[in-house]
Structure formats: structure tokens, C-alpha cells
């Protein structure tokens, strides 16, 4: 993935593939296409634009089968949008750390459940009870080490994003 800025006011989404995009053969308004619909979904705020602004920040999504055109200089990101996206991340790591802590109280509380005195009393005369308690609290402790892997993951990612931002910055 990269990123590239519009150039001059005007740009269609036809034009904007052909920069970004290596797309040539038999089969180019097939593959222009499906970089296209790509483009679309990796940039909502594009979407329903006939011609692009200049300054437009773009994400170019990796495709699979189809090759990245040169990388495009990001000089002209001005300061203020990097300070945009740098709150963006910033938000978006906050989230990521709320999310997942409700995904481990909610692991945490199956478990806790799993465990409650009357419950594992009724599962000494129920066989299949005892069972799927056992399950249950195997199950929370897995999805809670999953939730504090994918956690772990997400913020590693967001912070690379950061440091890279960073390093765009014209201040």
C-alpha cells in the first residue's frame, strides 16, 4: 500500500489508475476496472467523485495481479494533513485500546460465570454441564490471549504509521 496526492484539479478516477497502476495487455479495461472498484474502496471520500481535487490524498491498495505504477513523491503532503492523520491514528488507537478491553471484561466475565459456586454445584449432577463449563473457561482464556495478541499487533501497526508520518512531515 502507499499513498499518493492529486496533482491538478480535475483528475478522474480513469486517470488516476493509469498513474498508479501498471496496466497494459489483453486484458487492461478488465484489470483497469477491478483497480478502480480497489481505488473506491480504499478511499470512500473519493467515491462519488467525477473529478478529483488537487491535494486529494489517496490510498493506492495493493491489488493482487495487477502492478504498482512509480512511487509518487509526497512532498506536496502539507504539514496540516499529516497533523489530520496523525490525529486520526490517534484516535484510532485509542479505539483499538477500548475495543479491547471490552473484548477481554467480556472474556473475563464468561469465564467468571463459567466458574460462579452454583453453577459448577449444578454441574457435578450434570455431566455435559461440567463439560461446556470447562470449554467455556478454555474458550475466554483463549479468546483473551488472542484479544491482547491482536491488540498488541494493531498498536505495532498504528505506531509504524506514526513514525512514518513522521518522516513525511515538510516541518
Known amino acids: 500500500m502507499k499513498?499518493?496526492?492529486?496533482?491538478?484539479?480535475?483528475?478522474?478516477?480513469?486517470?488516476?489508475?493509469?498513474?498508479?497502476?501498471?496496466i497494459k495487455g489483453a486484458?487492461?479495461?478488465?484489470?483497469?476496472?477491478?483497480?478502480?472498484?480497489?481505488?473506491?474502496?480504499?478511499?470512500?471520500?473519493?467515491?462519488?467523485?467525477?473529478?478529483?481535487?488537487?491535494?486529494?490524498?489517496?490510498?493506492?491498495?495493493?491489488?493482487?495481479?495487477i502492478k504498482a505504477g512509480p512511487a509518487q513523491s509526497l512532498g506536496d503532503v502539507s504539514a496540516e494533513m499529516i497533523r489530520h492523520l496523525q490525529r486520526a491514528l490517534g484516535d484510532a488507537?485509542?479505539?483499538?485500546?477500548?475495543?479491547?478491553?471490552?473484548?477481554a471484561e467480556d472474556a473475563e466475565a464468561s469465564a467468571s460465570l463459567a466458574k460462579n459456586r452454583d453453577l459448577v454445584a449444578l454441574a457435578k449432577q450434570t455431566p455435559e454441564l461440567k463439560q461446556r463449563l470447562s470449554q467455556i473457561v478454555e474458550q475466554a482464556k483463549t479468546q483473551a490471549k488472542e484479544i491482547a495478541d491482536d491488540k498488541k499487533a494493531q498498536i505495532q501497526a498504528l505506531g509504524q504509521l506514526e513514525k512514518d508520518l513522521t518522516g513525511l512531515s515538510p516541518e
Open 3 to 22: 499513498f499518493v496526492t492529486i496533482k491538478k484539479t480535475g483528475t478522474s478516477l480513469t486517470d488516476l489508475t493509469g498513474e498508479v497502476f501498471e
Open 27 to 65: 486484458k487492461a479495461a478488465a484489470t483497469s476496472k477491478s483497480a478502480q472498484a480497489a481505488l473506491r474502496e480504499a478511499n470512500p471520500h473519493i467515491a462519488g467523485l467525477k473529478k478529483l481535487p488537487a491535494g486529494t490524498l489517496v490510498v493506492v491498495p495493493d491489488v493482487p495481479g
Open 93 to 103: 488507537k485509542a479505539v483499538v485500546e477500548k475495543s479491547a478491553a471490552a473484548q
